[in-house]
């Protein structure tokens, strides 16, 4: 970077120190358009601040173009305004200016744009095959004169895609493009292959499943969703040393046939018998006169695009512990994952293995499976030789944390493989309360195991779909756990995709269900425009922009959300509130709903659609005032308050002797300020006089800690959270759940397991049975977690931690805690406990941020900040609070 300009004044004590995409620094063959910039820096000057940076871009990383200085302390979602030309490489690099001067330049980012479908000659190819089959081998050799210096492979599929060059791997990516709304977007990957070619004879070969493209899919278990045919697209696009271009594309010059694997479902599982393995398909001699050569699909390419969001990978290898019972062998990984077995066995010739999988064991210690419904979850092997083996499935994922083996060899290994979108963490938290730091371990472990791809529902069942009521609830917890914008962003585009023309939001995204597949008592019913689902094309935007501080998700999603918005105003007509519909899902699973009937709540399903649609358009103000229209942001208000007062004045005074109904009324502001203060006093009763019984479902149970703690009842927020009596979130802590339970009895106090009775089904007439061990859906009160027990908050009108509430609140049942979140500033972090009287507080807030300390004290308390006064914020750096005297929650009774 030497031709790059040295500032005549500098600042040495300022560094740059993360200069990142929103794509992420590993991913290459990104989208041509949508790079967002951001970066932290660290200060040893404490008065150090950003007043302007300066950008300079390459395309080889040595001739720079410097941009002009921008003023101010921007440094989070910068758009680049040029879009990117495909394969293009961008070399980055940001200086920031203080009061000092100029920091030096910062360590270069590297962005390298992939290529759309319509610019690819790849064809999509495939042979014959049967649903549910063999897994199709497509190949093809080729010979190169000289060994390449730079070679990319763009790889996509109907279905799911494998690939090796030269026998290895092409990517640690799985279960490869992923899931989209096929019908207009599927994914193309890109990967640096440079290393596996070499000067002669090559040989490329890909294995393509079913996946969700046309496996069975969805709890109608229906196929050829998307389509009936499966193929690959691939090119391979590689230079020389010369200089020269080869490129090697998917035509009908490739050749396929069938391996060992003989079927592979994700819900199935795989079966594979190793005597029909294509010995040397890998090698350039393969005899391949017995395939037939590939066939070129209809499809429209221009439904191809770069990916722009992380891959699934593994994330984890747990050991397994190996019991032998009677005939079978039980493994245990200690943990609910998503993922499979690597089987290590010592057998015979001809000795089949099978694998069930199970969330978790009878009390008979069989794996209870019953709660799969039609997902066999199994695998099956038969071995082509004496000896050891290493036995893994493909094309698959199981939810289990258990696995039984029927087989004569020997079991020598097991290891639980853990997969999940490879999403970075971001926060972690630790406390005084053992219990509680395991639920928050649970709510993180569900959260990975069902971002697959998509945020779905369970990793288990034969469903596994992405329902909008449970992404919605969970979205501001899964944007603190892990580094979800990118992940959110794919996902919200389609949600779009999958909006009716008339703006209804489907139950589930992708939109897999068809009318006759929901039976809601008996009856059919539509899955779109679902109040507490739909409203994620609102909620989950905010909640992404809120916590990560770039205007790109509400750019994106803004037609989006006031297309769904104009679907309410539309169904309330002249009326101002919505009708009462055929069926609402309501404050699902409540405790108290018949468990047959999990939509049957307490409180009044109308009036927990209108006070969505009051929150929808109340969101959808604040997004038309950040990057819309302010005219249309007062009309909205003006709407949302309207609604608010007619859902009050007919469904209010009842609704609010619900746990949820208070909730909502108190969050969502639906009841006159006058009231306020009441609904509170009555909601903190209820809790005390159920002795911190929760009584909230999937709608409620994300807001009624703040509905408490918000209107100053912090100890029975923290009675309700501490509870180990059923229901609450630590009884499944007690009963050594690992993940979070769908029903909160999913195990009774008995030992019993649920029967995930459900009073609904298919249009086959089947039962709809509903029981899963790993739904993060209840985990969403890990938001208020760290907001109030760590006490960090983002400031919804300075987002992504650029200001940040420090508002700890100790308790009786809590004496220490600590929390870090890596913010897109750097590291935002706390680390406090009551000792002799005082609370004593370790603060570290990152460059660019202020602080706004909200401590908790009292009449007598005396706060202290590094040895000196309590200034009304703070800025960067590591600082020591002290409060005597601090008011902790419960201690005064």
Not at 339 to 344: A, E, K, P
Not at 385 to 409: I, N
Not at 579 to 598: K, M, V
């Amino acid at each position: 970077m030497s031709d790059l300009p040295e500032p005549t004044a500098t600042d040495a004590a300022t560094r740059v120190t993360g200069l990142r995409s929103a794509f992420g620094r590993d991913l290459i063959g990104t989208p041509l358009r949508g790079l967002r910039l951001s970066w932290s820096a660290t200060s040893d000057d404490p008065q150090a601040r950003q007043e302007g940076y300066q950008l300079a871009v390459s395309a080889d990383g040595a001739s720079w173009n410097v941009q002009d200085e921008v003023a101010g302390n921007a440094s989070i979602g910068i758009r680049e305004a040029r879009d990117f030309a495909p394969r293009e490489v961008r070399h980055y690099t940001v200086r920031i200016r203080t009061g000092a001067g100029w920091s030096a330049w910062s360590e270069p980012l590297v962005v390298e744009a992939g290529v759309p479908g319509a610019d690819l000659a790849a064809q999509i190819v495939g042979i014959p095959s049967e649903i549910g089959g063999p897994v199709p081998l497509l190949r093809r050799t080729f010979t190169l004169d000289q060994a390449p210096t730079r070679a990319r492979l763009r790889l996509s599929a109907l279905g799911l895609v494998d690939a090796w060059i030269n026998g290895v791997r092409v990517s640690d990516a799985l279960l490869t493009p992923g899931w989209t709304s096929y019908q207009e977007r599927i994914l193309v990957d890109t990967a640096d292959v440079t290393d596996l070619l070499r000067e002669g004879e090559n040989v490329i070969v890909a294995a393509v499943g079913d996946g969700w493209y046309r496996g069975h899919f969805g709890f109608a278990y229906r196929k050829a969703i998307y389509g009936d045919r499966s193929g690959v697209l691939a090119q391979l696009e590689i230079t020389g040393a010369d200089g020269s271009e080869t490129t090697i594309v998917t035509d009908d010059s490739w050749r396929g046939g069938f391996g060992a694997v003989r079927s592979a479902g994700i819900y199935e599982g795989t079966v594979i018998d190793q005597n029909l393995e294509a010995v040397g398909v890998h090698q350039a001699g393969f005899d391949d006169s017995g395939w037939v050569a590939a066939s070129a699909l209809e499809a429209d390419l221009s439904r191809f695009e770069p990916r722009g969001a992380a891959p699934v990978r593994v994330i984890q290898e747990r050991p397994m512990s190996i019991e032998q019972k009677n005939d079978r062998v039980l493994l245990d990984s200690g943990q609910n994952i998503s993922g499979w077995v690597r089987l290590v066995v010592r057998g015979s010739a001809g000795d089949v293995v099978t694998v069930r999988h199970a969330e978790v064991l009878e009390p008979s210690g069989a794996l209870h499976t019953v709660a799969l419904r039609k997902a066999k979850a199994t695998d099956v092997y038969t071995l082509a030789s004496d000896g050891e083996h290493v036995l893994e499935p493909v094309f698959t994922f199981h939810g289990f944390r258990y696995s039984d083996v029927v087989t004569d060899a020997e079991v020598v290994s097991a290891t639980a493989i853990a997969v999940s979108s490879d999403l970075a963490a971001r926060g972690t938290f630790r406390s005084s309360d053992a219990a509680l730091d395991q639920f928050h371990s649970n709510v993180l472990w569900s959260q990975r195991d069902n971002f697959v791809s998509v945020p779905t529902d369970c990793p288990q069942r034969d469903e596994r779909l992405g329902w909008t009521g449970d992404a919605q609830a969970f979205a501001a917890t899964a944007n603190t756990l892990l580094d979800t914008e990118a992940f959110w962003v794919s996902w919200l585009r389609d949600l779009e995709i999958d909006q009716t023309d008339e703006g209804g939001v489907a139950s589930v995204v992708p939109d897999i269900i068809r009318y006759e597949d929901m039976l809601m008592g008996g009856a059919p019913t539509d899955n779109m425009g679902r109040a507490g689902w739909a409203d994620a094309a609102t909620i989950v935007p905010l909640a992404v922009y809120e916590s990560y501080g770039s205007t790109e998700v509400l750019e994106r999603q803004l037609d989006s959300m006031r297309r769904w918005v104009a679907h309410l105003r539309r169904r309330a007509g002249e009326d101002v509130v919505l009708p009462t519909e055929p069926f609402q899902y309501g404050d699902w699973l409540d405790p108290d709903a018949p468990a047959a009937r999990p939509w049957e709540a307490k409180v009044d399903s109308d009036y927990v659609a209108n006070a969505f649609y009051v929150h929808s358009t109340r969101l959808l103000a604040q997004a038309e005032r950040i990057v819309g229209d302010a005219d249309a942001a007062a009309d909205y208000d003006d709407l949302a308050d309207r609604v608010a007062q007619a859902t009050w004045e007919r469904w209010g005074e009842e609704a609010v002797s619900t746990q949820t109904g208070a909730a909502l009324a108190l969050e969502f502001d639906l009841a006159p300020s006058e009231r306020r203060a009441g609904i509170a006093t009555d909601l903190a009763a209820n809790v005390v006089a159920a002795e911190g019984r929760i009584s909230t479902g999937f709608l409620g149970t994300p807001l009624v800690l703040f509905a408490l703690s918000n209107n100053g009842h912090v100890a029975e927020a923290y009675r309700m959270l501490l509870r180990h009596d059923a229901p609450s979130w630590l009884y499944q802590v007690d009963r050594g759940a690992t993940t979070v339970w769908e029903r909160w009895d999913a195990i009774k106090p008995d030992g019993s397991i649920h029967g995930g009775d459900m009073d609904a089904g298919n249009s086959s007439g089947e039962s709809g049975g509903m029981l899963s061990f790993n739904h993060y859906a209840y985990g969403a009160m890990i938001d208020w977690v760290y907001r109030t027990v760590a006490g960090l908050a983002p400031d919804a009108a300075d987002p992504g931690y650029r200001t940040v509430h420090v508002a700890p609140r100790p308790s009786t049942g809590i004496d220490r805690a600590a929390a870090t979140i890596a913010t897109g500033l750097g590291e935002l972090g706390i680390d406090w406990s009551l000792t002799e009287g005082a609370l004593e507080a370790t603060l570290t807030v990152p460059f660019g941020a202020r602080a706004l300390l909200e401590l908790p004290t009292t009449a007598e308390s005396v706060v202290t900040v590094d040895d000196g006064p309590a200034p009304d914020e703070l800025g960067h750096g590591i600082h020591r609070i002290r409060v005597t005297a601090p008011a902790v929650a419960g201690a005064e009774g």
